[in-house]
């Protein structure tokens, strides 16, 4: 037994900074495939 | 690219010898620095052994190694009162923790870590020089809660 108690689960990984500190990710522009024209049997 | 378990810092609370104007572990022989501090696995000393799990990743749950800080204010004051007896050569504290964390029963053991704010807690001697060092705030604490930041630095 320890000051903090014992250990309750492996290591986990905890980022730095909270969400809203986080650099606001840029909009980028996207290429959107057009639709070839399909035919339309008669 | 790791995938973050929580989703931000851990905040935790400890309390460190005060030296030389700076803060000292209790447990080993280490300064914090401002800012980010950066676990390393015990080395041997003549206090300690080298760590079994040296050189892996820093902290192992199978090893004592990693910054330690308890997950609640309350818990901090309950061990400081059985091991300690209060002075003005202890200070308390809030951290955020991250990188490899262990949690514990009640606290964490963390890789990075932080001084967030100090607790002028134990007396009336001025900690501004000591705040103004870590760039932290002196938080007053009343009635077990934390209700007046009254010094903040930067």
Redesign the interface.
């Known amino acids: 037994m320890?000051?903090?108690?014992?250990?309750?689960?492996?290591?986990?990984?905890?980022?730095?900074?909270?969400?809203a500190e986080l650099e606001p990710v840029p909009d980028q522009p996207v290429d959107v495939p057009v639709a070839e024209p399909v035919g339309v049997p008669s | 690219m790791?995938?973050?378990?929580?989703?931000?810092?851990?905040t935790g609370y400890r309390f460190w010898k005060y030296q030389t104007g700076k803060l000292r572990s209790t447990g080993v022989s280490y300064n914090w620095k401002p800012g980010t501090n950066t676990a390393l696995h015990v080395s041997a000393s003549h206090h300690f052994e080298t760590c079994p799990e040296y050189p892996g990743?820093v902290?192992?749950?199978a090893c004592?190694c990693g910054f330690?800080?308890?997950s609640e204010r309350a818990?901090t004051d309950v061990?400081f009162n059985v091991?300690f007896q209060p002075s003005h050569a202890y200070v308390m504290g809030r951290v955020k923790?991250?990188?490899?964390?262990?949690?514990?029963?009640?606290?964490?053991?963390?890789q990075?870590v932080r001084v967030d704010a100090l607790f002028p807690s134990l007396g009336d001697w001025d900690m501004t020089d000591l705040a103004l060092r870590y760039d932290v705030p002196l938080l007053k604490v009343e009635q077990d809660r934390i209700v007046v930041g009254f010094y903040r630095g930067g």
Do not use: C, L, N
Not at chain 1, 2 to 19: D, Q, R, Y
Not at chain 2, 4 to 10: C, K, L, S
């Open positions: 320890t000051a903090i108690g014992e250990p309750v689960s492996e290591p986990i990984e905890v980022p730095e900074k909270e969400p | 790791k995938v973050p378990d929580v989703i931000g810092p851990v990743p902290p192992m749950r004592a330690w800080a308890y818990f061990y091991q923790m991250w990188g490899r964390v262990v949690p514990h029963t009640h606290g964490y053991r963390a990075f």
